[in-house]
């Protein structure tokens, strides 16, 4: 038996997952690009850890450890490279702006 801390965080990260994958759809709703893609990345890598969670919990050991959690890290390191990439982006529109001012 694993131990049952593993299903209270795949609890906490469904919901969480959720909140963000509805905050998306609003989001993608309204046109904003940029937010929409750093919640559906947040989202979608707290949902597929949330499964890791649930693996373990289950003792899915080749599941959880080969398969979920790498492709979480992934969706996450991807999300932090969004997440820079597009605070440069603001920052060099500000700086734009503030040049031309």
Known sequence: MSHPAHFVA???L?????ILL???????????RTLFNMS??????SFIH????LA???NLVILADLILLP??????AV??????KSGRERKMELEAVTIGD
Do not use: D, P, V
């Open 22 to 32: 509805s905050i998306s759809l609003k989001i993608g709703l309204r046109g904003q």
């Open 71 to 76: 492709i979480s890290a992934s969706l996450f």
């Open 79 to 84: 999300f932090a490279l969004y997440y820079l």
């Open 40 to 45: 559906l990345l947040l989202g979608t890598g």
């Open 56 to 58: 373990e919990y289950l």
């Open 50 to 53: 949330s499964l890791y969670h």
């Open 10 to 12: 795949f609890i906490f």
């Open 14 to 18: 469904a919901i969480a997952a959720l």
